[in-house]
């Protein structure tokens, strides 16, 4: 019953969030990213073990985190220190956010380590694919 109710929850995030008003991507991308979207919740979800009572508490902060560094990426790219800086004070912030929920700073520290995971496995993916192509028009 807990599966079911944290695959229901999974769902309705992913619903969610793809309805919120900018965070669409353009049409022809817009499966695709909802898509990659759900396999970031599924793997975060995995990496991070969470029980259907955390994954409840974490996601809207963690779509809160998300949506802040879209924002501060906009309001501070133009001066690479002050980007860094600004970054940096986001991720403190939300560090204590995700220890609240978590429970633990290693968790809470894990958040920011499976996000560069993750974002390294859709590189690599992205990357083999482009070298398949390759090899198929030759």
Not at 43 to 53: A, G, R
Not at 102 to 107: K, Q
């Amino acid at each position: 019953m807990k599966k079911i109710l944290f695959i229901f929850f999974l769902i309705n995030c992913i619903v969610t969030f793809s309805q919120q008003p900018g965070a669409q991507p353009p049409a022809q991308n817009q499966n695709n990213g909802a898509r990659l979207q759900g396999l970031k919740i599924a793997y975060i979800t995995k990496q991070l073990d969470l029980t259907t009572s955390e994954a409840q508490k974490f996601w809207p902060v963690y779509y809160e985190y998300i949506n802040e560094l879209k924002q501060t990426r906009q309001a501070n790219n133009k001066n690479e220190i002050t980007f860094d800086e600004a970054i940096l004070n986001v991720k403190k912030k939300y560090f204590a956010e995700f220890k609240k929920v978590l429970g633990s700073d290693v968790r809470a520290n894990k958040v920011f380590i499976i996000e560069k995971d993750f974002a390294a496995e859709v590189k690599k993916e992205l990357e083999k694919r482009q070298q398949e192509r390759k090899q198929m028009h030759k």
